[in-house]
């Protein structure tokens, strides 16, 4: 599926992703709101499959691949890859807390290891190194503006790390070789996500409560009732609550604590997703928006980091037959169906009107 991704990075006036599952890489304009495909990566594609953007930097894109066995380095403007094997399959160098840069060095955090990876990109040096936390099987948060290594200005220089299952607010600094730990209240729990701004933090827990903590205090803002909720954002005054496999969006005006539904969704607007799927993932900044990974509709979300409002926003996608053509391209052997997307009555009308023969994509129709 061509339409799902779970994080993005921003690169200029665009944001980039590889499709989850499917591994295409992917290129969103945000002025035009068009998606194509970026060429380059084609033939790697069934070794990216549920790989993600680790950071784009200096127009370099950075993300792993086979769970962890690769580091590939996307030159955008020259359109051209290398590869750097750096063999971490088995820290699921995948799902990753947080990205770092130090001078030449890559610095990679994994969400279920108290180890870090250091990959220097002159020499290709690979080094582990442990971080000091005992976290075990606890999943480590960043906080999303960081997520994608999208360096926001307010952290400066340094990486806040949240373990959800030892309440403990880690700061991480560039050259991670300093930390500070602050364990959190018990009232906060276990915790899902969390934002930072003017000394207070905003976390999400597992109960779909969010609290504001900072300043010797801890406040509860609200509780969600449903489903849980995955991820949050703050913007202007403004908290948003994203649902994981709950089906609201809500807002939180922080100046006088109003907890709101968001209501504006378009005509068409559908989650098309499996229920098994968390409808909001991660994040990424681009420009004066921060865009929500579109894991599930057929819309993105987007919130206006100035103003602190938020909205639907259709995009442009390839054409069915751009869509089939890569697929043939890269000799798939089978295709996902999706409701308002990838149809089977889609695949059908290409193959019955010849559109597959003049992609080069007999091989389809041969076989009807």
Same mark, same amino acid.
Not at 175 to 201: K, S
Not at 220 to 233: A, T, V
């Given at each position: 599926m061509d339409q799902w991704f779970m994080a993005a990075a921003a690169c200029g006036d665009s944001i980039i992703w590889i499709t989850d599952p499917g591994g295409h890489f992917m290129k969103l304009d945000i002025k035009t709101n068009r998606v194509e495909y970026i060429q380059p990566l084609r033939d790697m594609a069934m070794q990216l499959y549920r790989s993600s953007v680790l950071c784009v930097k200096d127009r370099v894109a950075y993300f792993v691949a086979n769970m962890g066995k690769y580091l590939i380095r996307l030159f955008i403007d020259g359109?051209?890859?290398? #590869?750097?094997?750096?063999?971490?399959e088995k820290m699921?160098?995948? =799902?990753?807390?947080?990205? $770092?840069? %130090?001078?030449?060095?890559?610095?990679?955090? &994994?969400?279920?290891?108290?180890?870090?990876?250091?990959?220097?990109l002159g020499t290709k040096r690979v080094v582990r190194k442990k971080m000091g @936390?005992?976290?075990?099987?606890?999943?480590?948060?960043?906080? &999303?503006?960081?997520?994608?290594?999208?360096? %926001?200005?307010?952290?400066?220089?340094?990486?806040?790390l949240l373990t959800s299952g030892s309440r403990r607010l880690v700061t991480v600094y560039k050259d991670i070789r300093e930390m500070c730990e602050t364990t959190l209240p018990d009232c906060i729990g276990e915790a899902v996500d969390f934002e930072e701004y003017e000394g207070y933090f905003y976390i999400l827990n597992s109960e779909n409560e969010v609290y504001q903590y900072g300043n010797g205090s801890c406040e509860r803002l609200c509780f969600l009732e449903g489903d849980s909720?995955?991820?949050?954002?703050?913007?202007?005054?403004?908290?948003?609550?994203? &649902?994981?496999?709950?089906?609201?969006?809500?807002?939180?005006? @922080?100046?006088?604590?109003t907890l709101e539904e968001f209501t504006d969704y378009p005509g068409d607007y559908q989650y098309t997703a499996p229920e098994t799927m968390a409808k909001f993932f991660y994040k990424c900044q681009a420009g004066?928006? #921060?865009? $929500?990974?579109?894991?599930?509709?057929?819309?993105?979300?987007?919130?206006?980091?100035?103003?602190?409002?938020?909205? =639907?926003?259709?995009? #442009?996608? &390839?054409s069915i037959e751009e869509r089939l053509g890569e697929i043939?391209?890269?000799?798939?052997?089978?295709i996902y169906e999706?409701?308002?997307? =990838?149809? @089977?009555?889609?695949? @059908?009308?290409?193959?019955?009107?010849?559109?597959?023969?003049? =992609?080069?994509?007999?091989?389809?129709? %041969?076989k009807k």
């Amino acid at each position: 599926m061509d339409q799902w991704f779970m994080a993005a990075a921003a690169c200029g006036d665009s944001i980039i992703w590889i499709t989850d599952p499917g591994g295409h890489f992917m290129k969103l304009d945000i002025k035009t709101n068009r998606v194509e495909y970026i060429q380059p990566l084609r033939d790697m594609a069934m070794q990216l499959y549920r790989s993600s953007v680790l950071c784009v930097k200096d127009r370099v894109a950075y993300f792993v691949a086979n769970m962890g066995k690769y580091l590939i380095r996307l030159f955008i403007d020259g359109n051209y890859f290398e #590869t750097i094997q750096i063999d971490c399959e088995k820290m699921q160098l995948d =799902m990753y807390a947080g990205v $770092l840069f %130090d001078g030449e060095d890559l610095i990679i955090l &994994p969400i279920y290891s108290d180890e870090y990876v250091c990959i220097n990109l002159g020499t290709k040096r690979v080094v582990r190194k442990k971080m000091g @936390l005992e976290v075990g099987k606890t999943q480590i948060r960043v906080g &999303p503006r960081q997520f994608l290594a999208k360096n %926001d200005q307010r952290f400066q220089n340094k990486m806040y790390l949240l373990t959800s299952g030892s309440r403990r607010l880690v700061t991480v600094y560039k050259d991670i070789r300093e930390m500070c730990e602050t364990t959190l209240p018990d009232c906060i729990g276990e915790a899902v996500d969390f934002e930072e701004y003017e000394g207070y933090f905003y976390i999400l827990n597992s109960e779909n409560e969010v609290y504001q903590y900072g300043n010797g205090s801890c406040e509860r803002l609200c509780f969600l009732e449903g489903d849980s909720y995955g991820c949050i954002h703050l913007a202007n005054g403004v908290l948003w609550i994203f &649902p994981a496999y709950a089906e609201k969006i809500y807002r939180v005006f @922080l100046k006088d604590r109003t907890l709101e539904e968001f209501t504006d969704y378009p005509g068409d607007y559908q989650y098309t997703a499996p229920e098994t799927m968390a409808k909001f993932f991660y994040k990424c900044q681009a420009g004066k928006k #921060t865009y $929500l990974a579109m894991h599930s509709g057929n819309y993105i979300f987007s919130v206006n980091d100035q103003t602190g409002e938020g909205c =639907m926003e259709l995009l #442009t996608w &390839p054409s069915i037959e751009e869509r089939l053509g890569e697929i043939e391209y890269q000799k798939r052997d089978r295709i996902y169906e999706v409701k308002g997307s =990838m149809e @089977l009555k889609d695949y @059908l009308d290409c193959i019955i009107n010849g559109a597959m023969e003049t =992609m080069g994509g007999k091989r389809y129709a %041969d076989k009807k």
